[in-house]
């Protein structure tokens, strides 16, 4: 087993899936943008994106099955073989042509309500950003599913947080170990990994025990209240912040939009 080589599959694939991710979410940025979000836009919204969108989720579905089962390869020895994983376009069980509809329905919802069109476009923008990064994300969850489902000798998996700033519910999840039959639910959002975990015996439950501490009392701090099932707060709207080491995590809430890292103390 090697480290080092370990540690340069998790870089590429981290940097080709972010990527893949941004560019993605600009594209579908950019021509929501242009229409006049009547019905006729929808359509032609629809027509335009689904191609760039299904080929993303199938960019990330091979990304996926070449990182895994290269990392297995590495973990446990033999090739390096792909699993050849197929994404199912229908991913949702909700034709895409519908979901992707969506944010003009959130638009003229809002415009019902009397909101002004650039607070109608703004939660549209918002829910497209979600639903189209909900979307890769299911696809690498679908791949993961079907690249560990075949390779017998791998028994349990972890999650792998990307970035210094992610949900306390993500960090909480990291720091445990899952069998691959139970591969990991998602909240519209996440863009965390999946590592398969080395050989050997049953690591147990928890497997970074200090992060999970020092994320339940950053949660505490904040709120005056944890939860160790991560309800009540709810964790999904906690952002923890693991860049700062050396002081522990540092907590903000969540904005309804989106907490960058301007937002965060400290910044």
Request: hydrophobic letters at 40%.
């Amino acid at each position: 087993m090697s480290e080092a080589v370990q540690a340069a599959l998790d870089a590429r694939y981290t940097s080709v899936t972010i990527a893949l991710r941004q560019r993605l979410l600009a594209l579908v940025a950019s021509v929501f943008a242009t229409g006049s979000f009547r019905d006729a836009d929808a359509d032609a919204f629809v027509e335009q994106i689904l191609p760039a969108v299904l080929g993303a989720q199938t960019q990330m579905g091979a990304l996926t099955d070449a990182y895994l089962s290269a990392m297995v390869a590495d973990m446990y020895g033999g090739a390096a073989a792909a699993a050849g994983v197929a994404i199912p376009e229908n991913i949702r069980g909700v034709p895409p042509a519908e979901v992707y509809r969506r944010p003009f329905v959130t638009v003229w919802t809002a415009l019902s309500q009397d909101k002004p069109l650039s607070e109608a476009v703004r939660q549209g923008q918002a829910r497209l950003a979600s639903i189209a990064g909900t979307d890769l994300q299911l696809a690498r969850t679908e791949a993961t599913r079907q690249v560990l489902g075949a390779k017998s000798s791998v028994r349990f998996y972890r999650r792998v947080l990307r970035g210094s700033y992610n949900c306390a519910m993500c960090v909480i999840a990291s720091t445990q170990r899952y069998r691959k039959e139970r591969l990991m639910p998602i909240h519209p959002g996440c863009d965390c990994g999946t590592r398969p975990l080395p050989p050997g015996r049953d690591p147990g439950q928890v497997i970074e025990p200090d992060l999970l501490e020092a994320a339940h009392a950053a949660v505490a701090k904040g709120t005056g209240q944890a939860d160790r099932g991560g309800r009540l707060p709810d964790y999904r709207d906690i952002i923890i912040d693991r860049q700062h080491g050396e002081v522990g995590p540092l907590m903000a809430l969540r904005r309804h939009d989106f907490t960058a890292p301007k937002d965060l103390p400290g910044q």
